[in-house]
């Protein structure tokens, strides 16, 4: 064998194990509202479930977790993207399911899920997937194709590497807005609307004061409906790419991050998570 034939048989072998050592590629579905659904498991029981990476934890609807004998826990205060904190039951020892992974022993939060479904699916969600199956693997995703698959950490992504940074418990990118200095935005999955610029920063860069046009729309997730300010932006810049004219909605929660990408900005990318290494990498697809 020659050594040019060798070293392509080499190139081969090295290829098939990568691919042998990747996991299958799972169905990710974009619903008409722009939100992500994945086929997963609570207890052994299927579900189909919304995907969240700005999620803290995975939450379940009430009726579910009936079905389920999900009962107790401790009550707390949440605060979604709503106008209003919600109650939800933390219970322990939870197993979750999902693209091939298993993850025992996780704390679910249990909260009325009907209204939210109805507003952003017009139908029931049982269950909203959170950072978990973001924190416990490395993930492939590409929206566009409808696809999600977990991957070897040892892999080189394509596309340009971006340090995560949690704040507030969420996990957060740098980005620019209309050509000012990097400022960091919650990376979210679970956002199937506009972009949302927190009320703070808005007031820092006057982007409500500066004679742009100001309209309204209604917005929020879990916590109830919530009548935002809408705005476009000039120019919004991530990983080398350059969005003009980003539709965008005033957040005026004191929690919120300078800015919040979604589904309509990452859908352009090919998307690689890492959570636990603290990296996000998106090559364009354009």
């Known amino acids: 064998m020659s ?26 579905t974009l619903t008409r509202g722009s939100r992500l659904m994945i ?15 700005a999620a803290e934890a995975t939450l379940v609807d009430r009726g579910f977790a009936q079905a389920l004998k999900l009962h107790g826990g401790t009550t707390v205060s949440g605060q979604g993207s709503g106008q209003a904190s919600f109650d939800a039951d933390l219970i322990n020892g939870v197993t979750l399911e999902a693209l091939g992974l298993s993850l025992p022993d996780q704390t679910v939060a249990v909260t009325d899920l009907k209204d939210v479904g109805r507003r952003l699916l017009g139908r029931q969600i049982d269950v909203i997937l959170g950072r978990e ?17 977990v991957v070897p950490r040892e892999t080189v992504p394509r596309g340009e ?82 969005f003009a004219d980003v539709s965008a909605a005033i957040d005026p929660q004191s929690s919120a991050s300078d800015v919040n990408i979604g589904v309509a900005i990452l859908r352009h990318f090919w998307i690689t998570t890492d959570f636990a290494n603290h990296a996000v990498w998106l090559a364009p697809r354009d």
């Open 3 to 28: 050594r040019t034939r060798a070293l392509l048989a080499l190139l081969c072998l090295t290829a098939l194990a990568a691919a042998a050592d990747t996991g299958p590629s799972f169905a990710l």
């Open 39 to 53: 086929d997963a498991k609570v207890n052994g029981r299927p579900v189909r479930a919304l995907l969240d990476s």
């Open 133 to 149: 199956i973001f924190d416990a693997a490395r993930l492939d995703i590409d929206i566009e194709g409808h696809r999600i698959a």
């Open 161 to 242: 590497r971006l340090e995560l940074i949690t704040e507030h418990g969420v996990e957060t990118v740098p980005v620019s807005v209309e050509s000012g200095a990097p400022v960091r935005a919650t990376f979210d999955l679970g956002n199937g609307s506009q972009v949302l610029i927190g009320s703070a920063f808005a007031g820092r860069a006057g982007l409500l004061t500066d004679g742009r046009r100001l309209a309204t729309r209604r917005g929020g997730g879990l916590g109830g409906e919530a009548i935002r300010k809408l705005i476009v932006l000039r120019s919004l810049e991530i990983a080398g790419r350059r």
